[in-house]
């Protein structure tokens, strides 16, 4: 990914939070928890994808104090044009790899970690 779009799998993974969010923002402290990012290592992804046009920072519209991340329309391109290689490497990586019964019982298996880990359902993708 990063020889390919010139972006980090973390850089990654912030625009992939961001495009999956209403509004396609987050509150920096929400988006540093769902992509397992020190608020510090947060900030400077944020500002390296802010120098390349991908996110802006704003303040928050409900109570002027918290920041959010925003991505911009040329970030939500740059998502939907590596998605694509991302799924492909994770599936060959991982899936391909792995017979139609393995798959399923990795995901049963995973699914009882993850509601463990996870029970209010905060970290998931389309979740806010």
């Known amino acids: 990914m990063q020889r ?11 625009l992939a939070m961001l495009s999956e969010a209403p509004g ?13 990012q ?5 900030s ?4 390296r994808l802010e120098e390349r046009g991908w996110v802006r920072r ?11 991340a925003v ?20 599936r060959e990586a991982l899936f391909d790899v792995l017979s139609e019964q393995q798959v399923q019982e990795l995901g049963a298996t995973l699914a ?3 509601d463990r880990l996870d029970p209010e359902h905060t970290l998931r993708l389309g979740s806010s």
């Open 24 to 36: 396609r923002s987050r509150r920096m402290s929400e988006l540093a928890r769902v992509s397992n």
């Open 44 to 47: 400077h992804t944020i500002a």
């Open 4 to 14: 390919d779009a010139g972006i980090t799998h973390p850089a990654y993974i912030v």
């Open 58 to 68: 704003e303040r928050s519209a409900e109570d002027g104090r918290g920041n959010l």
């Open 38 to 42: 020190s608020q510090s290592r947060l």
């Open 112 to 114: 009882v970690v993850l």
């Open 71 to 90: 991505l911009t329309d040329a970030g939500s391109d740059l998502v939907r044009s590596v998605a694509p290689g991302h799924v492909g490497a994770v």
